[in-house]
């Protein structure tokens, strides 16, 4: 396995010709690498006292993280093998102290054409992270542009380290955010703040996103990682059928009306007295014991 992966990674890196067939290399690359369970670009480990806590550490050093297409296979490969084990209850996303991510691979991207990213839907899978059931924190240090940024706001929580700085620089590049961006900026701080930084390529830092709502809080460098640990683990302990429910309503107030969110919202409300566990809850509650959730 070793073997092929080296040297399908080296046809890769030297079919400079074709970007499309670079980008099915890429594929079969990683395809192969993950049904072998060895990763190059990400470090996945599981976490917490009771090891319920999924982490994934964005680990492409020289490049600063950039978001190649074998990272982000990587990604969706581990996400679906946390929400397959089922004590895990949150996963942790990061990077390192210089880059959470410093975006999109530009260099992929550089020779590839139109007909390149529409054919192959460039991107498109970078949505396992945006459909994974279970709850995800980015623990943001340094820095998180252009892809980087979008990766951290498809997350469920943002936790930032004090030198984080978050930024849209793809204007810079002749291009436009496009992995979100463009709407999950603008919902989150707001249209002037978020026009601001895509159209200046402007930086903002940890305390002005957390300020800006973008960011939930703000950590010393060496501490972020292990708060986040401790969120997802509390996280964790709460019943994972509830935790899926709250994560789905919320969602959807990013896509309905406030007439039609409510009233989703009610529905699934009404939904959790099937489950077991808000039998549990409200019973634990009135015989003040703690409540043991099965996730049924
Ligand atoms: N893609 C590919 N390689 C990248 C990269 C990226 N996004 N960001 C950094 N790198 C590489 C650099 O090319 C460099 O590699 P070499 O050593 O082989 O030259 C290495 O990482 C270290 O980078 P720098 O030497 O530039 O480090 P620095 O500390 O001087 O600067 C930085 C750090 C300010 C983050 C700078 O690297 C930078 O501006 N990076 C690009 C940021 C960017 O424009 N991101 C948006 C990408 S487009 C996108 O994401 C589209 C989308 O919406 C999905």
């Not at 074998?70 to 990604?75: F, K, Q």
């Not at 410093?102 to 550089?110: R, T």
């Not at 010393?220 to 964790?236: C, F, G, R």
Request: proline letters at 2%.
């Amino acid at each position: 396995m070793e073997v092929l992966g080296n040297g399908l990674r080296r046809l890769l890196l030297n079919s400079r010709n074709s970007s499309a067939l670079k980008n099915c290399h890429a594929a079969t690359f990683t395809r192969l690498m993950s049904s072998g369970q060895q990763l190059e670009y990400i470090i996945k480990d599981v976490k917490g006292e009771k090891k319920n806590v999924g982490l994934i550490q964005l680990n492409r050093r020289k490049a600063l993280n950039a978001l190649c297409d074998g990272l982000m296979s990587e990604v969706g490969q581990v996400l679906k093998e946390f929400e397959a084990d089922k004590n895990i209850g949150c996963i942790v996303l990061t990077g390192m102290d210089k880059a959470f991510a410093a975006g999109a691979d530009i260099k992929e991207m550089e020779g590839q054409n139109f007909s390149d990213v529409w054919y192959n839907s460039f991107l498109s899978q970078w949505n396992s992270v945006e459909q994974c059931k279970k709850p995800i924190i980015a623990a943001v240090n340094g820095y998180a542009l252009g892809g980087g940024c979008e990766l951290a706001m498809m997350c469920d929580i943002i936790y930032a380290g004090e030198k984080a700085q978050f930024g849209q620089p793809e204007i810079t590049l002749g291009t436009i955010p496009g992995a979100g961006g463009t709407q999950r900026l603008t919902k989150a701080i707001g249209k002037s703040k978020a026009m601001e930084l895509i159209l200046t390529a402007d930086r903002m830092s940890a305390v002005d996103a957390e300020r800006a709502g973008l960011v939930s809080k703000v950590f010393p460098v060496d501490q972020l990682v292990d708060e986040a640990i401790k969120t997802a683990e509390k996280i964790s302990s709460y019943s994972k059928i509830t935790t899926a429910m709250c994560k789905e309503a919320v969602n959807a107030s990013y896509e309905m009306s406030l007439k039609e969110g409510l009233h989703f919202e009610k529905r699934i409300f009404h939904a959790s007295f099937a489950t077991d566990d808000r039998k549990e809850g409200m019973t634990a509650f009135s015989e003040k014991r703690k409540p043991n959730f099965t996730d049924s």
